[in-house]
C-alpha cells in the first residue's frame, strides 16, 4: 500500500541528454501532450578535454578528421562570444559559428540553426533563450552538437 500511494505522489523522471537537444525537446513534449506523468530531466552534454561532445562517433573519425572536429566545439563558443558581446541578430550568431566550421577544410555542415528551445521553431532574433544546432559532416560520420544562448539583460 504505501508503494502505491508513493508512486501516485512522486512522477517518474527519465533523464535524457543535451547532446541531442532535438530530440529531448520532442520527448518532453510528447509526455506533456500525452500527460504520461514523467518528468523529463535534461542533463548537460558529457565532453571531452579538448571541448568535443562525448560520442561512440568519435571513435569512427580519422585522426585528421577527429583533430578537425575541434572546431564545432569553438563554433559554439564563436556563437556564445558574439552574444557576450551585444549581438541579436540570428544571422550573426550563426554567422560567427559558420565561419569557424567553414574554415576547416574537411568539414561539410549540413546545419547551423537558432532555434526556439521549446518549440524548435526557428528565430530570427535572440531575444530569449535560443538553441543553437549544428551538425557536421567529417567524411561519412557525422557529428551534432549545441548550445542553449541566453540574450545579454537589457
Not at 557576450?84 to 555542415?109: D, F, N, Q, R
Not at 543553437?132 to 539583460?153: E, K, Q, Y
Amino acid at each position: 500500500m504505501v508503494s502505491k500511494l508513493f508512486h501516485a505522489v512522486r512522477p517518474a523522471v527519465a533523464v535524457f541528454g543535451q547532446k541531442d537537444f532535438q530530440q529531448l525537446a520532442i520527448v518532453r513534449r510528447m509526455t506533456a501532450d500525452l500527460d504520461f506523468g514523467i518528468e523529463i530531466v535534461g542533463v548537460p552534454t558529457v565532453r571531452e578535454p579538448d571541448g568535443l561532445a562525448l560520442s561512440s562517433r568519435n571513435g569512427l573519425l580519422t585522426p585528421d578528421n577527429r583533430a578537425a572536429a575541434v572546431c564545432v566545439p569553438r563554433a559554439l563558443d564563436a556563437a556564445a562570444a558574439s552574444v557576450a558581446a551585444g549581438h541579436k541578430s540570428a544571422a550573426w550568431i550563426v554567422g560567427a559559428a559558420e565561419a569557424v566550421i567553414e574554415a576547416e577544410p574537411v568539414t561539410k555542415l549540413e546545419y547551423c540553426e537558432l532555434r526556439d528551445p521549446d518549440t524548435l521553431e526557428l528565430m530570427d532574433e535572440l531575444d530569449r533563450p535560443g538553441l543553437l544546432a549544428v551538425a557536421v559532416w567529417f567524411g561519412p560520420v557525422r557529428l551534432i552538437d549545441n548550445v542553449v544562448l541566453h540574450p545579454l539583460p537589457r
